[in-house]
């Protein structure tokens, strides 16, 4: 049996009990979703966007999933105590894909921010969650009618490849998924204390999780938003994430992630973001501990102005696998995207770097710039990049390259003969080249944070506070 069928009898036998536990505008979208995945099942390496991850195994096993909504028994504030010093945060939980409504923070977001969860906010802002659940994913998934079916170069001719087939993760995901995360911004609104996200992964039997998140930006808002993801139990967990980003006129976010779960992790995560003109998006994210993670990310520049910057880096090692796959669609003239990932990949990591940049025929004076630089510590650790430009515009200016190296031996040298031990120069130069993405994250609690953090994590220390349970 293949991967997906498991999946496909589950929805079969528990449609009804999904619902249940769901709402309208979510159930909206379900069977349309569930015929959707039937079609394309789990895509495996012979799927060009998953060449260097393989869905089928990882989806394999059999998961339980918590349908019937049953409550956790955990108190987040107990168990997690990991707090970025110097910067406080409007702090929220979810607990495996659930809103953890019974910690609210201590303090409110700014009048007429709405955070909550996205069940909650179906029920009481219906039109609102209904304009934009799933349409931002869809739009990144169907061809626009101006997109040319190709052009000749040079006598040739060359077809225009048509914007991202539906994706199955995120079919099974919108099929599967019964609550989320809502975060919205009205008109003009600042949000100034950032928004952080602890995404609390707990347990006593291995288990699937479907996270949804739904942020929309309206013309001029302001936001500065962090996800935590962590695991508290020793067991297996499969999950599954979508994140739409609508980010309207002028409007403004700064998106973090920070992944430390453990090796038993698989991670699906699809973050979706729609920009409009004169909007910037800064996404960084950054893979300290994992098991199998594979992030996709999807732009789309429908606005002219519109400016996303993408920073990543990872560290990995014993047999940790983190994929990145990334898709800039410049759809509209004088749009600016710049990319930066980094990967520090020791023992018998993998890596995997897969960043298209798109630049349509109306897209005319673009700038853009893609790097991908990578350092593998042993000879065991593999990375495989593939940087690419699609330029279908005349008047751009548009750049992209990718390294792969192993540590500088005249590095090395110099600092031995000054005294600096072999472990120590190793790490020295592997933490100064992970920092320039570091150096991205403009919030300077959070970026002294994570220069500790990645420090901890290069010396093969527990990168948690005193009294922190999550990490083990």
């Known amino acids: 049996m293949k991967s997906e069928q498991q999946y496909i009898e589950l929805f079969e036998q528990c449609r009804q009990m999904l619902s249940s536990h769901s709402c309208e505008v979510m159930d909206s979208l379900r069977d349309e979703a569930f015929t959707t995945f039937q079609r394309l099942g789990l895509p495996n390496r012979k799927v060009e966007r998953y060449k260097y991850t393989d869905a089928q195994e990882a989806f394999a096993p059999n998961y339980g999933l918590n349908l019937n909504r049953l409550d956790i028994p955990v108190n987040p504030y107990d168990v997690f105590k990991c707090d970025v010093p110097n910067m406080s945060t409007l702090l929220y939980f979810i607990v495996n894909d659930a809103f953890h409504s019974k910690e609210l923070p201590k303090y409110q977001p700014e009048e007429g921010v709405i955070i909550t969860s996205l069940k909650d906010a179906a029920t009481r802002y219906p039109e609102l969650v209904m304009k934009y659940y799933g349409q931002i994913a869809k739009k990144a998934e169907t061809p626009l009618s101006t997109t040319p079916e190709g052009q000749y170069v040079d006598g040739e001719f060359i077809p225009m490849h048509k914007n991202n087939e539906p994706d199955a993760i995120t079919a099974l995901n919108t099929m599967l998924t019964q609550d989320g995360l809502f975060i919205y911004l009205p008109k003009n609104t600042v949000q100034d204390k950032t928004i952080q996200v602890i995404n609390i992964l707990t347990s ?165 710039q893609e790097t991908n630089a990578n350092l593998c510590a042993t000879k065991t650790a593999h990375m495989y990049t593939q940087p690419m430009l699609e330029i279908y515009a005349d008047d751009v200016k548009c750049n992209h390259g990718a390294t792969v190296g192993q540590l500088n031996e005249a590095a090395l040298f110099y600092m031995r003969q000054r005294g600096i031990s072999l472990e120590e120069a190793k790490l020295l130069l592997k933490f100064a080249f992970v920092g320039e993405v570091i150096d991205k994250v403009d919030l300077e609690p959070l970026r002294d944070r994570l220069h500790y953090l990645v420090e901890k994590r290069f010396r093969g220390e527990l990168n948690k506070c005193t009294g922190c349970k999550l990490c083990k």
């Open 204 to 368: 006593k039997v291995d288990l699937m999780v479907n996270r949804r998140v739904l942020m929309v930006l309206e013309e001029g808002a302001q936001a500065k938003v962090l996800f935590c993801d962590h695991a508290m139990d020793d067991v297996n967990f499969l999950t599954t994430q979508v994140v739409e980003v609508f980010a309207a006129k002028g409007s403004s976010l700064e998106l973090y992630e920070l992944e430390e779960t453990h090796v038993k992790n698989k991670r699906f995560s699809n973050l979706y973001v729609q920009q409009h003109e004169e909007s910037k998006v800064t996404l960084n994210s950054l893979t300290l501990h994992n098991g199998y993670t594979r992030n996709m990310t999807y732009v789309g520049l429908v606005g002219e102005q519109a400016e996303v910057n993408l920073y990543g880096g990872v560290i990995a090692d014993k047999k940790q696998h983190v994929d990145n796959h990334t898709l800039v669609d410049h759809q509209v003239p004088k749009c600016i995207s710049n990319e930066l990932y980094k990967y520090v990949l020791d023992e018998e990591a993998v890596g995997a770097f897969a960043g298209r940049i798109l630049v349509r025929q109306e897209a005319q004076q673009t700038e853009s």
